[in-house]
């Protein structure tokens, strides 16, 4: 346990002395999970409704918001989605952004094999490289945890970082024995996730009288408020965000104003969650 005599954290040199960084990222899951895996889903065309709103109207609403506010993204992307609609997926690359591992069918890979994992690993490079012409260098678990040897799994698979775990406000090195590079982890938060405020859920629908979602003012003041604590302690921020959930009209008012609150600070590291991790291995910070 900390003690009382431990020494603050050597602060943080950001890239052209950047107060913090700050890599957005959108998990594309259109409409995979568990009901694609187990079927279920043809029997319920309303999610998949809204697993094709996803790529077909939300992504390109925030690619559009992305390119005028001048913002680099991440893009956690599975494998099915890109075989489903590698144009719209193209136009992430084609815009600038980064697209990474997301899992084939948003697979929990806690629950999988080895074997099973590198067979959705190696699933995935294929289609990222057929389709989009890219070979990712990260990875989000789609499960929000992973197996205990996912970890040496990425580093063989040839990833530089994941973006999984929650052990920081600041990327961390996972040493990989055996291999002389570690992988970089960069936390995110669920605070910073907008399923834990904005995703609607009417199963179950009660108790009667509830509200479903959280306000979109407090919703906002919530993400500022991470933001600025960011900021303030010269930390590394990521978001969870979903294109399906924050992407529709009124709730991207909401991404604009926090964006545009990030880029009024006008001392903020905006980079690609690629960009964190090659200068995190670099800096080698503990």
């Known amino acids: 346990m900390p003690g009382s005599d431990e020494t603050p954290p050597t602060p ?16 594309l899951d259109g409409p995979t999970g568990n009901a694609l895996i187990d079927g279920s889903i043809w029997r319920n065309p309303s999610f998949f409704t809204l697993g094709g709103y996803d790529v077909w109207r939300a992504l390109p609403r925030l690619l559009d918001l992305l ?22 997926c193209r136009a992430i690359v084609e815009r600038g952004h980064e697209v990474a591992y997301h899992g084939y069918e948003h697979e929990a890979f806690w629950q999988l094999t080895d074997d099973e994992q590198r067979r959705v690993m190696a ?35 040839g990833v530089l970082y994941s973006s999984s775990m929650r052990g920081d ?25 907008d399923y834990a405020s904005l995703a609607y859920q009417r199963n179950p629908n009660f108790p009667a009288g509830l509200d479903r979602i959280a306000g979109y003012e407090t919703t906002f003041d919530n993400w500022r408020r991470e933001f600025d604590g960011t900021r303030r302690d010269g930390l590394c921020l990521t978001t969870l965000f979903h294109p ?14 926090l964006f545009q609150h990030m880029r009024d600070a006008g001392d903020v590291w905006f980079a690609r969650c ?13």
């Open 67 to 88: 390119s005028d506010q001048g913002l680099p993204a991440t893009f956690f992307v599975p494998g099915w989605v890109v075989e489903t609609w590698p144009a719209q």
């Open 244 to 257: 399906k959930v924050s992407g529709k009209p009124g709730r991207l008012l909401l991404l604009e104003r």
């Open 169 to 193: 406000d600041r990327p961390y090195l996972i040493e990989i024995a055996g291999r002389d590079r570690p992988l970089v982890e960069i936390p995110g938060r669920w605070e910073l996730d």
């Open 12 to 27: 943080i040199r950001w890239p052209g002395g950047a107060s913090c960084a700050v890599a957005l990222a959108f998990d």
């Open 274 to 286: 690629q960009e964190v991790a090659e200068w995190w291995l670099a800096e080698a910070y503990p």
């Open 123 to 157: 699933r995935s490079l294929q289609i990222f490289r057929d389709h989009l012409g890219v070979v990712p260098t990260g990875f989000r678990t789609p499960s929000g945890d992973w197996a205990p040897r996912t970890a040496e799994l990425l580093a063989e698979a």
